[in-house]
């Protein structure tokens, strides 16, 4: 006896070995052998033979029309062989009631199984709106053979150019673009991003860069949204004793510090650090204070910044030439002989005397000029030797004073033209600004723990730096307290910090207490959008690098071996690996030769040359 049968989720046929009520043992048309419930029997038949009987149902169900077979079949449940038999109008044979069987089987849109065997019709409605559904795959996958055609045959689809980054960055992978898209790939065996580029879909490797960033931290755009105005800076604060400047570069609009120096009849100076207050303007928990906390941090990169708060706020509290701003201020009085004999903070109003700018300072303020008297003259000559004198004590006084010339690098960009600038940090304007920064933050975060009222502290222990709530070592700095104060117009932590110092300042309840859920929110979040932030910055410092070898030509370079493969070219912050070296030490001088730059990639090959110098034969000519 043979049998069509059901396993599986499918229809098979087979011949009957032997039997009880509950099971069979029956092999398959294939001849696999094995056991079967009986109540997966759908149909017996002695003839024809089990591999002939299929056949022959498979080309009669191929004539079969679902949607007549829908009609006939009425609304209430029935049987396949129910239904073969009005179909056929007589006792179906095997394969006619195997046909009507598979054709119920792959029809699942029309009839709904409801048991071996057993269907019910699919309601109108359903089966109208699944014809529907099966009608927009269709044109579905109709449109993504074209598309996927198009991509790998170079040719970016109309659909596509305005996602172009978004499914290089951010992809959705449920939508019919990145299933297009990851199916080119894998038939092309190119990348999306290279599958991409032989498109013409990426002009600009920069432009691929930097949408990368602001879809995962702007993804709604770099605008800010509606806002209140800022509050208006306050008018009744008492007026500073002495005129300020601030010390920036020509492209800084959020100018965060200022000095003022007033010299002492006894040979003493007070020294008036000034930070801009925009504290004063921003509520807590304002539509400002929520851009501000959602921001973090202004993001720079070469070429151009993202600010952390509106022009208008920036412009009503930057430290502008010309005005007198609130300020948030820390007076150190110094003795003749450099020591420090008091300080105080208070919030006052500052005259600005000027915005002095690195660019037209370094010349006349720099290791060649201080204390020359043949040196030419300028504003606030006077002052500044004073402080950077006063800066080197300081400095001295941590104990941890770089004796390593290190460069900083100024790019200038100017219509896809980059210019790379090495600016040799630690000479005098960045010494005198830093130590003066470092001396505010670390008085405030003291005022701030002594006085109990809770802070974020950037902390250094066993090599690792961290932000915290509760005061510890600066270990790297050599400072007992170190708290983010003097940048709140650029950096969130700093807005919060100046909050609760303007409190301790003016004898008011501090607006965030020790155990503030904001403030551990704030720290974590700032934490890892400024890593975020900085490596982005970082990324595009070398891709700038790399596209300053390809623009001027450069084929080859002098370099200095940082350890084993990694060196860092000279003139550049930029570090690669070289192949094709010997075994070389830390400091050694070596040649190499560059490949072609892969922008999008953000890499270069670097293949060794020669080696210029060793360590040993520097220190025995040194």
């Known amino acids: 006896m043979n049998i069509f049968y059901e396993e599986d989720g499918d229809i098979k046929v087979g011949h009957i ?68 038999a009005d179909y056929w109008g007589h006792a179906p044979t095997p394969a006619e009631a195997g046909a009507i069987a598979l054709k119920l089987h792959e029809s699942p849109i029309f009839f709904h199984k409801k048991g071996k065997g057993r269907y019910r019709a699919a309601p109108a409605e359903i089966l109208a709106a699944a014809k529907a559904g099966l009608e927009r795959r269709a044109k579905e996958a109709e449109q993504r053979a074209a598309w996927v055609a198009d991509l790998i045959a170079g040719q970016l689809p109309e ?81 500073a004793d002495a005129p300020a400047f601030s010390i920036d570069d020509a492209e800084t609009t959020e100018i965060d510090d200022a000095f003022s120096v007033i010299f002492r ?119 500044l030797e004073w402080l950077w004198n006063f800066a080197t004590q300081l400095e001295a006084a941590r104990g941890k004073a770089d004796q390593v010339q290190r460069h900083d690098y100024i790019f200038k960009i100017d219509n896809d033209r980059v210019e790379i ?100 929110a704030a720290l974590r979040a700032f934490e890892l959008a400024y890593d975020a932030y900085n490596e982005h910055q970082r990324r595009m410092e070398r891709y700038w690098c790399l596209r300053w070898l390809t623009q001027e030509g450069i084929e080859t370079r002098d370099a200095s071996v940082i350890r084993e493969n990694l060196i860092r070219i000279d003139g550049l912050p930029l570090v690669v690996r070289m192949t094709g070296a010997p075994t070389l030490n830390p400091n050694d001088r070596v040649r190499v030769t560059f490949g072609v730059p892969d922008l999008l990639d953000i890499e270069v090959s670097c293949q060794y040359e020669a080696t210029l110098t060793t360590t040993l034969v520097a220190a025995t000519e040194a």
Request: charged share 20%.
């Open 265 to 383: 009849p006894d040979g003493g100076v007070r020294v008036g650090v000034h930070i801009a207050c925009p504290a004063l303007g921003i509520t807590i928990d304002s539509d400002l204070d929520r851009i501000a906390g959602n921001r973090l941090s202004t993001v720079y990169m070469p070429g151009q910044k993202i600010t952390m708060l509106p022009d208008a706020l920036v412009g009503a509290y930057t430290l502008a030439e010309g005005r007198t701003c609130p300020a948030l201020s820390l007076y150190v009085e110094v003795a003749s002989d450099y020591r420090i004999t008091a300080i105080e903070t208070r919030v006052d109003a500052v005259n600005i005397k000027a915005n002095l700018r690195h660019e037209t300072l370094e010349p006349l303020f720099n290791d060649d000029t201080i204390g020359n008297p043949a040196a030419p003259n300028y504003t606030f000559r006077r002052e």
């Open 421 to 520: 600038k090495p600016r040799l940090r630690g000479n005098p304007i960045d010494k005198l600004v830093s130590e003066l920064m470092i001396l505010a933050n670390s008085r405030w975060g003291a005022l701030l723990d002594e006085q109990g009222v809770a802070g974020i502290y950037r902390v250094q222990g066993g090599g690792k730096v961290r932000m915290q709530l509760t005061a510890a070592p600066h270990e790297g700095l050599g400072l007992d307290h170190y708290a983010w104060s003097s940048s709140p117009l650029r950096r969130f932590v700093d807005l919060l910090n100046q909050r609760q110092i303007i409190a301790v300042a003016q004898g008011q309840s501090p607006p965030y207490a020790k155990n503030d859920t904001r403030l551990f």
């Open 159 to 239: 659909a596509f150019a305005e996602q172009v980054f978004v499914l290089l960055h951010k992809p959705d992978k449920n939508t019919l673009l990145y299933k297009a898209l990851d199916e080119a790939c894998s038939k092309s065996g190119h990348s999306a991003l290279h599958l991409f580029q032989g498109c013409g879909a990426i002009r600009k490797p920069h432009e691929f860069h930097l949408q990368g960033f602001l879809l995962e931290h702007f993804p709604k755009g770099v605008g800010f949204p509606a806002a209140a105005a800022p509050l208006a800076p306050p008018t009744d604060l008492p007026p």
């Open 17 to 84: 070995l032997s039997e009880t009520p509950a099971a069979l043992q029956i092999e398959s048309q294939f001849g696999k052998r094995g056991k079967l419930k009986a109540a997966n029997v759908l149909l017996r038949f002695a003839a024809p033979a089990p591999a002939e009987a299929i056949d022959a149902a498979r080309a009669l169900m191929t004539e079969l029309d679902p949607d007549f077979l829908w009609e006939v079949a009425g609304t209430d449940e029935f049987g396949f062989d129910t239904l073969a």
